[in-house]
């Protein structure tokens, strides 16, 4: 496994804090806040931002009978406690029993769904390749194609980021990048990188990825903003 540019950003992130930590200790002793450093936390959906949610005209992404699992979703996140898709569960409380997943343990594929049209987004798909099952939480760390820059949470995504979903060996959680063209300047690819974050937003080991379609081939696609779903017992947008 390759690790990506998402785990070099991290770690010259965690550097540039270490040394705004340095230069508070030898500044001002003044309680007033300044030199700081803050942990924000993630995967919390924010009600003050306007992203339109995707959708799809005709509900149909062109993909294979393997693509459909369940009924139709019209957000992800995790919308109740107890059991979700096969191995997979939603635990609210800690469990001392299961470990964080590193993202070591985990396959991913990326599928490339609603191709040019309104609701055009990644499907990721994560599968726990171990022998023991383990937990994830929040969202991914996404980079798209040659962009550093690490794709915020979808501001209408549902709730349930805090929670921890217990992925069994062979069991499998879904997120998406919801693709938006327009208002600025697009670009196009079909790679990008992504790694699993906790629910501090602390970012693990990172892959690179391509992106297919339904049939298997490689598929650009364009942006010129995205957003990222939480991780979801179910397909997100699943019509």
Known sequence: MRTSRIRTTA???AATAALAVSLTACGSSDDNGAGKTEVSTVGKATADKTTEKPGTSDGSDGSNGSDQAGPSRSASGSAAQGSGASGTTVEATRSTSVRQCDGTEMSYSVLHRFAKQRGEHLLITATNADAKPCWVASYPSVMLGKSANVLPHASKDAPGGTDRITVKPGG???SAVNLFTGGG?????ADLSLALRDRTGDTGPGTDQQAFDAKGAPSKFTWSSADVTNWNTAKPYDF
């Open 11 to 13: 770690l010259a992130a």
């Open 172 to 174: 499998k959680v879904y």
């Open 185 to 189: 300047r697009s670009q196009t690819s």
